[in-house]
C-alpha cells in the first residue's frame, strides 16, 4: 500500500523567509506526485504535479519542487514567502499501474506566514 | 470553464438519519472521486467513479456508498450516521483519457456535522 509522510506539521516563517516542506511517499512502482494547497475558507487546489521527465517542476505562485527517486521525495519549495501563502499544504501520490488513480494524501503542513 | 461544484455546502443531521451529497464534475471530466477530510484522519479516500462504474474503493464501512449518472454527476450517500461521520466531504474531477497523467480537481465540499 501506498503511504505519504509530511514532516513538518506547523512551519512558521517571516515574510520574504524561504520555504522548503519536506514529502517522502512509499510505494514499490511508478507514481504521480502532486502538491495542493488549500488557503483559509478555500477549497484544495492544484500547486504543481510531477508525472515523468525533469525532476524539477515549477508551480503557480512561485512554487517548485524536486522529485528525488532515489530518496522517494517530493520536496516543495519557494524562495521568498509572502503573508498570502498561509495555508495547509498537502503532498499526494497517485500509482501509474492499473486504471484506478486515488490519491494517497500526507497529514498536511500548517504554513503561517508572519508579516 | 466551471469548476467541481458541490451541494449542499452544510449540513446537519442527527445520528442514524442518512444523507445524500451532490457533486458536478468540471465539464468533459469523467471520473468522480469521494475524499473524507477530518482532522484526525486527514484526507482520505472514499470511491472513484467511471462510466458510471465505481473503480475503486477505500476502506469504509458498507454504509458509504455512491453513484454516477451518464452525464458524470455523482452522489454519495451515507445511512445510519455515527458522530465520526462528520467532516468535510470533498468531490474531486478529472478527465481520465490518460491513466499516466491524470490530475483530479477538487470541490469546495460538503461539511457534513452528525449530532
Known amino acids: 500500500a501506498q503511504s505519504v509522510s509530511q514532516h513538518n506539521h506547523h512551519v512558521i516563517l517571516s515574510e520574504a523567509a524561504s520555504l522548503e516542506l519536506g514529502c517522502n511517499y512509499s510505494y514499490g512502482g511508478t507514481v504521480n506526485l502532486f502538491w495542493y494547497v488549500q488557503y483559509p475558507g478555500q477549497h484544495l487546489q492544484l500547486l504543481l504535479k510531477y508525472f515523468s521527465g525533469d525532476p524539477l517542476v515549477k508551480g503557480i505562485k512561485g512554487f517548485e519542487a524536486e522529485f528525488i527517486k532515489s530518496k522517494f521525495s517530493f520536496n516543495l519549495r519557494k524562495p521568498s514567502v509572502q503573508w498570502s501563502d498561509t495555508a495547509e499544504y498537502f503532498c499526494a501520490v497517485t500509482s501509474r499501474s492499473g486504471s484506478a488513480r486515488q490519491l494517497t494524501f500526507g497529514s498536511g503542513t500548517q504554513l503561517t506566514v508572519l508579516p | 470553464k466551471a469548476g467541481v461544484t458541490q451541494t449542499p455546502r452544510y449540513l446537519i443531521k442527527t445520528r442514524g438519519q442518512q444523507v445524500t451529497l451532490s457533486c458536478s464534475p468540471i465539464?468533459?471530466?469523467?471520473?468522480v472521486s469521494w475524499y473524507q477530510q477530518t482532522p484526525g484522519q486527514g484526507l482520505q479516500f472514499l470511491f472513484e467513479y467511471f462510466s458510471e462504474t465505481q473503480r475503486n474503493k477505500g476502506n469504509f464501512p458498507g454504509r458509504f456508498s455512491g453513484r454516477q449518472f451518464s452525464n458524470s454527476r455523482s452522489e454519495m450517500n451515507v445511512s445510519t450516521l455515527e458522530l465520526g461521520d462528520s467532516a468535510l466531504y470533498l468531490c474531486a474531477s478529472s478527465l481520465a483519457t490518460s491513466g499516466d497523467t491524470d490530475t483530479q480537481y477538487f470541490g469546495p465540499g460538503t461539511r457534513l456535522t452528525v449530532l
Open positions: 465539464s468533459g471530466h469523467r471520473s
